[in-house]
Nanobody
Framework: QVQLVESGGGLVQAGGSLRLSCVAS????????MGWFRQAPGMEREFVAAISWNGRSTYYTDSVKGRFTISRDNSKNTAYLQMNSLRPEDTAVYYCAAGSNWRPQASENYNYWGQGTQVTVSS
């Protein structure tokens, strides 16, 4: 079992930055690839970014490329999402997830999910 806890969300003005953290319990964190998803009100959950177990491969949805950076520190059982140049359309609840089948865009490939952290970007 892996439990994931997100933090770092909040209210920020457009153009600002936030860094989300996802701390995992358990000793097998480094066995999983990690992903970030988001869900805006009335919208389906969408893929944002993913990182392989060793951090060597990353993948982003087009709308965040060049603005968001995913990273991980296996020694701290933590994944991060650095979000820069935030836009109002980035407003959503952000979820981290851990998966074992490296097909990062599809939510069904993730085994564990956090509870989410709210990110609100004002214009």
């Amino acid at each position: 079992q892996v439990q994931l806890v997100e933090s770092g969300g909040g209210l920020v003005q457009a153009g600002g930055s936030l860094r989300l953290s996802c701390v995992a319990s358990g000793r097998t964190f480094s066995s999983y690839f990690m992903g970030w998803f988001r869900q805006a009100p009335g919208m389906e959950r969408e893929f944002v970014a993913a990182i392989s177990w060793n951090g060597r491969s990353t993948y982003y949805t087009d709308s965040v490329k060049g603005r968001f950076t995913i990273s991980r520190d296996n020694s701290k059982n933590t994944a991060y999402l650095q979000m820069n140049s935030l836009r109002p359309e980035d407003t959503a609840v952000y979820y981290c997830a851990a998966g074992s089948n490296w097909r990062p865009q599809a939510s069904e490939n993730y085994n564990y999910w956090g509870q989410g952290t709210q990110v609100t970007v004002s214009s």
